[in-house]
């Protein structure tokens, strides 16, 4: 395992922790042999057991061909339905001039501005459009790919070619759509909830079409699904599971997420619907918010650091102390900087971690540090099923169905009826 797990800063908040290893223990155990809540929801561990290399093969073989005809892919999904290949494509893109095409999101949210700005940026360039739904009902992405349907029929002959579907295997409009037009399809296994799915077609197309490597990336996860088969209870995933739990039973009520390295912002947003929707539920679950360092300690640092008490906090950081340009002498010292002479970015960053944890710690935030030994599309699955596997036990813990969501229906209702449908 490269994903390392650092309980140094959490463990002295606890007590007794070890008295919880038995239960973190049992709630592994359903998760391997199906005693959870919704055991049919499981699929996201075992299509790891069982890799499919075909379904592997066949997603880098469209994505070479969107990689050679388009200039654009526009995937059109929300949720779970993005939120993973963002994260991923984040990650492994250069911050500046990256390879085409572009993959860009939409369908993601409702703003008027950028999907009309959206189709004027789309003028004349060569699109294909990925429309990802599991259920091919909701109303985000539905509404954007009425219109990107649009754009291609009426620019392009080989419009039904440019579409490729994932969905359900059988029900929705947008399956219905797709059998209508010819699209090709993927499909979202019925075993494999929308925030579990980054790792089926979902996220892999638009992560291969962005000229990332997904076997890689897949079998970083199959690794750590196997890893986690005969594990102890001080397995990063499973004690972080319990650490969770424990401090959700002490009266925490607030996770932060704290990416110390920009790429991982998207990885940040990605494990916030897997907490919040797999925990939040019966009134129970740590609220999970994920938060950019340095950035927003110049923002909401003051809040952590001495306001309300409601936190434990996950540094995700990079092994990077080393990395980037070197600060060196500079004749006359204009900037006062010269004390800090070969200083790396890295080593100012790994500082900052530090040292925040450690202010953190004092002002009563408990903190682990999950640190990443490079960012690769390998250490990267690793991290997605070491946060999936977690999210299942904990919430297994919590005694909740780690793989629903019903109160996301709520606004819906409300929003349809606002717009009169029923
Ligand atoms: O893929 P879809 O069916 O369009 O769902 C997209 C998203 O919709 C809702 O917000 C659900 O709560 C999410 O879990 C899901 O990822």
Redesign the pocket.
């Known amino acids: 395992m490269r994903l390392s797990l650092d309980r140094s800063r959490a463990l002295p908040f606890l007590t007794d922790r070890d008295a919880l290893d038995g239960a973190v223990l049992d709630a592994h155990g359903k998760v391997l042999t199906g005693g959870t809540r919704s055991p049919e929801m499981l699929g996201w561990r075992q299509m790891l057991l069982e890799p499919d290399d075909a379904l592997i093969e066949s997603v880098q073989n469209v994505a070479s061909e969107i990689r050679e005809r388009a200039d654009v892919l526009v995937c059109v999904?929300?949720?779970?339905?993005?939120?993973g290949a963002e994260a991923v494509n984040q990650a492994l893109a250069p911050y500046f001039g990256a390879d085409s095409p572009e993959v860009i999101f939409a369908g993601h949210h409702l703003s008027p501005a950028y999907h009309e700005q959206l189709l004027a940026y789309l003028e004349g360039k060569s699109v294909y459009v990925n429309v990802?739904?599991?259920?091919?009902?909701?109303l985000?992405?539905?509404m954007a790919f009425r219109f990107l349907r649009r754009f291609l029929e009426e620019r392009f002959d080989d419009a039904d070619r440019r579409v490729i579907a994932t969905?359900?295997k059988s029900s929705?409009v947008l399956r219905g759509l797709a059998d209508e037009k010819g699209y090709r399809t993927y499909v979202?296994p019925d075993d494999v909830?929308?925030?579990f799915?980054v790792l089926t077609p979902?996220g892999l197309l638009p992560i291969a079409a962005a000229g990332h490597d997904i076997r890689s990336l897949f079998y970083g996860a199959v690794g750590a699904a196997r890893g986690l088969t005969d594990a102890g209870a001080d397995h990063p995933a499973l004690a972080y599971a319990g650490d969770r739990f424990a401090f959700h039973e002490a009266g925490y009520s607030v996770e932060l997420m704290s990416v110390m390295e920009a790429k991982l912002r998207g990885l940040g947003y990605w494990w916030q619907?897997l907490y919040g929707?797999s925990e939040g539920k019966e009134g129970k679950g740590l609220f999970p918010v994920t938060l950019q360092y340095t950035t927003d300690l110049h923002s909401v640092g003051q809040y952590v650091q001495e306001g309300k008490r409601l936190f434990v906090e996950s540094f995700l950081r990079l092994d990077d102390e080393k990395a980037g340009l070197t600060l060196d002498e500079e004749p006359d010292n204009p900037d006062q900087l010269n004390d800090l002479a070969g200083t790396p970015y890295g080593a100012a960053n790994k500082a900052a971690w530090e040292g925040t944890a450690e202010a953190h710690r004092e002002g009563d935030v408990p903190s682990w540090t999950w640190t990443l030994p490079r960012i690769d599309a390998d250490a990267l699955g690793e991290a997605i099923y070491t946060f999936e596997h977690a999210v299942a036990v904990s919430g297994t813990m919590l005694g909740v169905d780690p793989f629903n969501?019903p109160g996301?229906?709520a606004y819906?209702k409300k929003m349809f009826r606002l717009l009169g449908r029923d």
Do not use: F, N
């Open positions: 999904g929300i949720g779970g339905s993005y939120l990802i739904s599991k259920s091919g009902t909701t985000e992405p539905a969905t359900d929705g979202v909830g929308g925030r799915s979902v619907q929707e969501q996301v229906e819906k």
